[in-house]
Structures are given as C-alpha cells and as structure tokens.
C-alpha cells in the first residue's frame, strides 16, 4: 500500500523501516544480500541510530547489527507488514493534525527494532531531535497517543538544547534537568495530548491506568510533598523514581502530579505554548503552590 501526505507535511516522516522490511524478505533466501540492507539501515541513518542504540539504550551499532541478524528469524514479516500498514495512516493522520492545529512541525522516524521501546525523543549528532517510533511495539490504539506524547517531548527538548548548546545527548539532557523541569516536561506532553486527544480519560493520557489514577488521588498530598522534598535533584535516577513503574508511593506518580500542575495553570487562563516556549521547572511549581495557596 501506498499512503499519502498533503506536500508540506511530507518531509517531517523519514521511513527507515522500509530497510529492515527488505532484509527481513530476504533473510531467509539470500543472507548476503538481506545483511546488505541492514547496513544500509545503518548507514543512511546513523545519525538518528547512534543517539539511539549509544545514548538512549547504552550499547554500539555493531552489537545493535549483531542482535538484529540473530533475532531475525523471530520476525514474522507478513505480520509485521500488516501490522505497519494498518498504523502507518494513524500516524500521517497525527502528524496532519498537529501541523495544521498546532503549528508544529515534528520530524518523525518511523523505524523496525526488537526491543520494548514504542517511541522516543532523541538528540541527534547534529543536536537536532527527533521523534523515534518502533513500528513493531505500537498499535492503531495507541500510536495517536504516544506520538502526541513524543511530539511535544521534541519541541520542549528543542527548545532546551538552543537555551543551553552544552547540551549533546539525552544523558546530559537528564544531568541538566532538575525535577522541577522535569515536571514541566511531563505536564506540557500530558496536556498536549490531551489538545490532540480531547475526549481521553487521565490514564489514557499518561499511560496508566484507573487503578494508577485512584492511588494518585487518594496519597496526592503525600506525593506533593515528596516531589518538593526532591525538586532540586538531577538524574534519570531521579526521572526513574518519580515517572516510572518504580516510584515508591504510587506507579507513574510523577505524570500525574505534572498533568495536574500544567493543567492547573491552563485553568487559570495560561497557554500550552506559554509554558512549553517561556516557562522553566520552578516557574511551574511556584505559580502551582500559589494558585492552590489562594483556593484554600
């Protein structure tokens, strides 16, 4: 199948994966010519690879190929081909959406791995970002959603990258990012989510679930304190413990007590844009602790 994307959205999508589509066919009647392909993959996208395999999962494009030949009879390309042609028009749908809404135009990769990651933001060699989505990890549910996330993701690391050209890949980004800015991370991709995606429930909007929401709401106050207590710090530790399914009061506590501040200041008449273009991590909280000060 063939789709197509109104002219000047069309340079945003780079379809890498149509490589790995082409060695997967041709694993098993010719390895010479599929392992061709492959370092074609490699090669005519190191830079958006590298920041990727070395900076994102920690290991070299040589261990990247060797894993690649040896899980390739896993792959079932029949499968995989439908399953890319059945998200691929999600994905152009989005990335309509989004240039025409919201004026924002996101360079997206969309690529073929065997790992557990569905998307992600990376800095490139050039420190440019990009949009990864894993074509295999993502379904026609849930791309809409997660590349919203992304997208908003790539503007707000954009923007830090041209504040602070010290900056060279993800690592540093996280040595850089104090809590604070982290929250303001999370909240603006939460909410802007929820611009592209207005009728999804909180869960949806952060990945979680009913059960993840209901704790949040039931140990708010003890989530709040325990995020100031820790505002300062730096680190994926720090991300770890605070936005991932290892955060010690409640799973993901740390999406929910930034969608809850970014929204918080929509309600009050600022701007996604405002936030995501002009504000850092401790504007966010301190207009947050004021305006809740005030409701009491």
């Known amino acids: 199948k063939r789709f197509y994307l109104k002219k000047e959205v069309q340079s945003m999508i780079i379809d890498a994966y149509k490589y790995v589509l082409d060695f997967l066919k041709l694993y098993t009647r010719d390895r010479t010519r599929a392992k061709k392909e492959l370092d074609m993959y490699f090669y005519e996208h190191s830079d958006f690879l590298s920041a990727f395999y070395n900076h994102y999962l920690g290991i070299s494009i040589n261990e990247a190929k060797a894993r690649f030949l040896e899980n390739a009879r896993k792959f079932n390309f029949i499968e995989l081909e439908n399953k890319i042609n059945d998200v691929y028009p999600v994905i152009l749908q989005v990335a309509n959406k989004v240039t025409e809404e919201m004026k924002i135009k996101p360079n997206i990769y969309l690529f073929i791995d065997n790992w557990e990651v569905n998307a992600l933001t990376v800095i490139t060699t050039g420190k440019k970002t990009a949009v990864g989505v894993a074509l295999e990890n993502v379904n026609k549910d849930n791309i809409g959603l997660i590349l919203a996330h992304e997208i908003c993701h790539q503007v707000f690391v954009q923007r830090v990258l041209e504040e602070n050209p010290e900056i060279r890949n993800y690592q540093e980004l996280f040595e850089f990012l104090d809590l604070a800015d982290m929250l303001l991370f999370e909240g603006l991709a939460a909410i802007y989510t929820k611009l592209v995606y207005p009728d999804k429930e909180l869960h949806e909007l952060i990945f979680s679930t009913k059960e993840m929401i209901k704790c949040c709401e039931e140990?708010?106050?003890?989530?709040?304190?325990?995020?100031?207590?820790?505002?300062?710090?730096?680190?994926?530790?720090?991300?770890?413990?605070?936005?991932?399914?290892?955060?010690?009061?409640?799973?993901?506590?740390?999406?929910?007590?930034?969608?809850?501040?970014?929204?918080?200041?929509?309600?009050?008449?600022?701007?996604?844009?405002?936030?995501?273009?002009?504000?850092?991590?401790?504007?966010?909280?301190?207009?947050?602790?004021?305006?809740?000060?005030?409701?009491?």
Do not use: Q
Not at 235 to 242: A, D, V
Not at 264 to 277: A, D, I, K, P, V
């Open 219 to 296: 140990h708010e106050e003890e989530i709040l304190n325990f995020t100031l207590n820790d505002l300062g710090n730096k680190g994926i530790e720090t991300y770890i413990r605070h936005f991932t399914n290892k955060s010690p009061i409640c799973s993901r506590h740390g999406h929910y007590i930034a969608y809850k501040m970014v929204n918080t200041l929509l309600e009050h008449g600022f701007s996604w844009r405002e936030l995501c273009y002009n504000w850092k991590g401790k504007d966010l909280v301190r207009k947050y602790l004021d305006i809740m000060s005030s409701n009491r």
